[in-house]
Nanobody
Framework: QVQLVESGGGLVQAGVSLRLSCVAS????????MGWFRQAPGKERRFVAV????????YYADSVKGRFTISRDNAKNTVYLQMNSLKPEDTAVYYC???????????????WGQGTQVTISS
């Protein structure tokens, strides 16, 4: 059983940057592709980014491409989401997920974290 804990969210103004972290425990972190998703109030959870087990492959939603960067440190069991040029429409609860396979855009994940709130003011 893999446990995922996100952190790094907060309330910031538009245009600034935030870095989210997701720490995994209870499993072999390097065995899982890791993804970030977000859910805005009243909306469905949406895919943001995914990174392969080695970190050599990444894939992004069009809405964040060029602004967000996903990375991982397998030695620290941690995946990151660097978010730059934040916009009010990026406001959401951000979740990380672990998936045994690397399937860009998939929502079928084996494990999920509890989420961290990101709020962008205009």
């Amino acid at each position: 059983q893999v446990q995922l804990v996100e952190s790094g969210g907060g309330l910031v103004q538009a245009g600034v940057s935030l870095r989210l972290s997701c720490v995994a425990s209870g499993g072999t972190f390097s065995s899982y592709a890791m993804g970030w998703f977000r859910q805005a109030p009243g909306k469905e959870r949406r895919f943001v980014a995914v990174i392969s087990r080695s970190g050599g492959n990444t894939y992004y939603a069009d809405s964040v491409k060029g602004r967000f960067t996903i990375s991982r440190d397998n030695a620290k069991n941690t995946v990151y989401l660097q978010m730059n040029s934040l916009k009010p429409e990026d406001t959401a609860v951000y979740y990380c997920g672990a998936n045994i396979g690397y399937y860009p855009g998939s929502y079928e994940y084996d494990y999920w974290g509890q989420g961290t709130q990101v709020t962008i003011s205009s």
